[in-house]
């Protein structure tokens, strides 16, 4: 395959996927994604935007690929996946400093453990707990810690602000708006999105795709529609 340009960090041609009802999830999807982006990918309830963003990524990323077509990622992509359901992760007695020290990089020493742990809210005793009684909330949060090791240069968070309180939400706002690289959120918190998205695909839910250059608000703008 061609490589992509510098500029470009993604690119898909003609991206297909279908449910095993035969219903079209994806259909026939192409565009292509410069550094920097941060999309918005919403839709209603059962639309396929977890199975777009999937496809999107593709199978060493997700464990999804799509049908047919080709999802074209630049060398240099290190991709962070957050899934919506992350409960998996957590099925094991490890407790929480031995559960993030698992995704420590070279450099990575104790002190970062700990610090990422207190960004995360937890400290003292916390840090003792097995990670399996953690709450939904706390999952996700932790897997935020997970994401925070990888220091990837592309996030993709199914619903990130499920299971979180206000205080988090806004946590989570004001690290992704400083987030240097490509971000992808699948997410029903319109707020949150309005915040950190400055590009917005809709999934129409019939497998074709609204891709429209801007915020969420001016989004709804464009469509006659009231912010």
């Known amino acids: 395959t061609s490589k992509l340009n510098s ?3 993604f690119e898909v041609r003609s991206l297909k ?5 035969g219903t079209e999830a994806v259909r026939d999807i192409s565009f292509s994604i410069r550094r920097g982006i941060c999309f918005g990918l919403l839709g209603p309830n059962g639309a396929g935007k977890t199975t777009l963003m999937r496809s999107i990524a593709g199978a060493a990323v997700s464990g999804l690929n799509p049908d ?3 999802n074209k990622w630049a060398e240099n992509a290190n991709i962070g996946y957050m899934p919506q359901d992350v409960y998996a992760d957590f099925e094991t007695d490890l ?3 031995d559960w993030i020290s698992q995704f420590k990089q070279e450099g990575d020493d ?3 453990v700990r ?3 207190g960004r995360l809210l937890f400290s003292g005793d916390d840090v003792g707990k097995k990670v399996r009684v953690l709450s939904g909330g706390e999952k996700h949060r932790m ?6 090791f990888g220091r990837h240069n592309v996030l993709m968070l199914d619903e990130p602000t499920n ?3 206000m205080e988090s939400i806004e946590s989570l706002q004001m690290a992704l708006e400083k987030f240097q690289g490509t971000l992808f959120v699948v997410s029903h918190d319109r707020e949150f999105v309005n915040a950190v998205a400055n590009r917005i695909l809709e999934d129409r839910g019939d497998g074709s795709v609204t891709d429209f250059k801007g915020s969420y608000d001016e989004y709804l703008a464009s469509q006659g529609l009231d912010t």
Not at 17 to 21: A, L, R
Not at 143 to 148: P, Y
């Open 143 to 148: 897997t935020f810690g997970r994401l925070m």
């Open 95 to 97: 407790t929480l400093t």
């Open 110 to 112: 104790d002190q970062a």
């Open 17 to 21: 996927k279908t449910y095993s009802n």
């Open 7 to 9: 500029e470009i960090i």
């Open 115 to 117: 610090s990422i742990l």
């Open 163 to 165: 299971h979180l309180d």
């Open 68 to 70: 047919s077509g080709e």
